[in-house]
């Protein structure tokens, strides 16, 4: 198998055999060399197109030596249609030489740089899309606290979206937010927003994103939290998504990132 076809798949973090590319010979550490190991193909949503679209490098590739077992590449991609440009970045390592006939090799960080240029398949819809999207760039470059705030606000944000509609009072009478966690359980009285796979514990989920922004947590931790505090929140969205008339209805207020300091000011608790 090709290079091309791993970096293709990317982020998928399976270690793979490929076809040596290196010629046998090690790349030095902070030597670059051109490659060809076939061209990388992505499909994202290009903004000008407007649609889906593949995105594809050109026959070589940029390649950065670091050592005997890592290296780094660079490809720029285009819109097959409009020829937008987006960049991405991987590093590779391996465990044996990289520089093999038939090295093992494996992506372990890869980055894009999509600009306002494209985003990611099923990212670009919805009034949360643009807090997941945060999210999910921020777990992948290994932020844990900071990820695990965007799953906060977006928690945040349809709690008092649903508040606002079921008519719960959310503000103190000096005109702040009412604590996070009293709004939530007055909103669950009334709508169920929480799951009910995950009602049995119904605020563990809001305390553990809690303790996690508070520091409470390492960040190794909150890495490892991510990915079950993500698939809450998004049950959560579902849960109200679910109801036409709720969902209809926050789409309607068009919330979007701008407004969300508004909405969330003074209501960390
Ligand atoms: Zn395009």
Request: hydrophobic letters at 35%; aromatic letters at 8%; proline letters at 2%.
């Amino acid at each position: 198998m090709r290079l091309s076809k791993l970096l293709s798949d990317a982020p998928a973090a399976a270690t793979m055999q490929v076809d040596g590319f290196l010629d046998g010979r090690a790349l030095k550490w902070g030597k670059h060399k051109r490659i060809k190991v076939g061209k990388v193909l992505r499909n994202f949503h290009c903004r000008t197109c407007d649609t889906q679209r593949t995105f594809v490098s050109g026959d070589e590739l940029s390649c950065l030596g670091l050592g005997d077992n890592q290296i780094s590449i660079d490809a720029t991609l285009q819109c097959i249609e409009c020829q937008s440009s987006v960049e991405i970045w991987f590093l590779i390592g391996s465990n044996g030489d990289i520089s093999g006939v038939a090295p093992e090799v494996r992506i372990e960080r890869y980055t894009e740089n999509l600009r306002d240029r494209a985003d990611r398949i099923d990212s670009h819809r919805g009034p949360f899309s643009d807090l997941v999207k945060r999210a999910q760039l921020a777990y992948e470059n290994q932020l844990g606290a900071g990820s695990i705030v965007y799953l906060r606000k977006i928690f945040e944000l349809v709690t008092f979206g649903v508040a606002e509609i079921a008519e719960i009072e959310t503000k103190k009478n000096n005109g702040n937010n009412q604590p996070f966690a009293l709004v939530l359980q007055q909103v669950n009285e009334v709508r169920n927003i929480i799951p009910r796979r995950f009602s049995s514990d119904g605020y563990q989920l809001f305390r553990e994103l809690s303790n996690i922004i508070h520091g409470e947590s390492s960040e190794e931790e909150a890495l490892q939290k991510y990915k079950p505090c993500l698939q809450l929140v998004l049950g959560v969205v579902d849960e109200v998504s679910r109801d036409n008339e709720y969902a209809r209805a926050i789409e309607e207020l068009g919330w979007n990132v701008e407004n969300i300091s508004e909405i969330t000011g003074g209501g960390v608790a």
